[in-house]
């Protein structure tokens, strides 16, 4: 990648971005101990962005070659041409930042095999079904991604990074006394790096499926929740996703731009004063951050975007261009998925900062409420309303964890919620297993510590 484009360097003009990448994809799935998904895919090729007359023209081609290359920066500068031919007056010439020069420190690749991942997912599931037989149904997956890409602009980017992630998924169901079919999964191991490094034995992660069985038992004995607005302590992955969703997305500039309810909020409270909010761009607290991005695809310095502070709203996500029609200065936050997508204002590592309380302090401080620990799948709008699936949570009575409750929802409005914050754990975790989908997955990292708030819960 770095010597087929050295040599484009110093041709670039005006403002030109050109990028070659890589994406590398491999997935096993066992169900019942039968493979039902084994799939690996490649996918690469070279981009050019221009901005000229005030639009950005964009072309992408699926080779690696000086013809291709060529052929897709002309492509480029006719797209903005043409959409300046068409869309009239020119806007303003997109300011020249300082840019990024970085080289990932990863200089191996050490991806696997299927047959690695199958045997991986092998072993696990042959110890889920000897240990605990009565299980109704059993799920394995591994993964492994990577993404490498190469990015060379005419202001003087020079960025190379290469990006794995690996994971290994469990799912766990089990049959209850009226026949109902109750259901957990969890990330086992899920972290950046090659496959080789994260999943190193599948015995290691013996110890978390026996936890998982346990949980998944408590499930089976649990009851319905108590519909209605009420005292609850939402775990970390469920504050991570409250983060994210409801709150990240609806600051994010370009969504800004789009009329989301952040616009007209900058500057004012919309949180407890406890609260504070950040996208991280590599580090956080002193380590790093699940998914570090030193420099975006534009070729911008990467900085923290501190979003909500001490409860009021302070900034939003930007790349380059939202940065100048706010007046702001650019965060980093402009990332592309496939050699074939422009970049887009994207999330990085999004987290509420934890507090200074104790999570049993939390607890002990509900007097009939639920403690919410494992979620499923969420969803919310630009008005930052929500709704995210609860597929484990416990009752608190008289400041106790009580018995445990089946798959529910919590739903609201995400600024209404986080005014009703009164405690924050001190402590925090990150998740990062999953994928962001905004036009384009992206690999995100969303985390925060234990949070106790008020919110509308489902029933039966």
Known sequence: MQDLLTAYKPKLSGHTELRVQRNMNRNVSLVAGNIVGNSFTEQQGVSARVYDGGYWGFASGADYNERNIDSVLAAAVRNAKF????????KPAINI???????????????????TLID?????????????????????STRSDATEKYLVTSDGADVYSLMPRSATVIQLSAETDDGAVVEIYDYLAGDAGFFSEVCTDPKLLFGKIDALYELIMRKREGVYADAGVRDVILDSKLAGILAHEAIGHTTEADLVLGGSVAGPNLGKPVASEIVTLVDFANTALGLDCPQPIFVDDEGTVARDATII???????FMHNRETAQRFGHEPTGNARAYLFSDEPLVRMRNTAILPGTDKLADMIAS???????????NGQADLTSEFMFGVNMGYEIKNGKIG??????????????LLKTVTMLSDEMTWESGGMCGKKQPIAVGMGGPSV???????GR
């Open 309 to 315: 502070e001490n409860g009021v709203l302070r900034g």
């Open 452 to 458: 106790k708030c008020r919110v509308n819960i489902g």
């Open 83 to 90: 959409l300046t031919s068409r869309l009239g007056a020119e």
């Open 120 to 140: 991986f997912a092998r072993e696990i599931d042959a110890y889920i079904v000897a240990k605990y037989p009565k299980l109704a149904s059993r799920v394995v």
């Open 403 to 416: 018995r445990a409750i089946r798959d529910t929802t919590i739903s609201g409005v995400a600024f209404d």
């Open 366 to 376: 509900v007097d009939d409420g639920y403690y919410l620990t494992h979620t499923g």
């Open 97 to 115: 930042l300082p840019s990024g020069k970085f080289s990932t420190k990863v200089t191996r690749d050490n991806d696997v095999t299927q047959k």
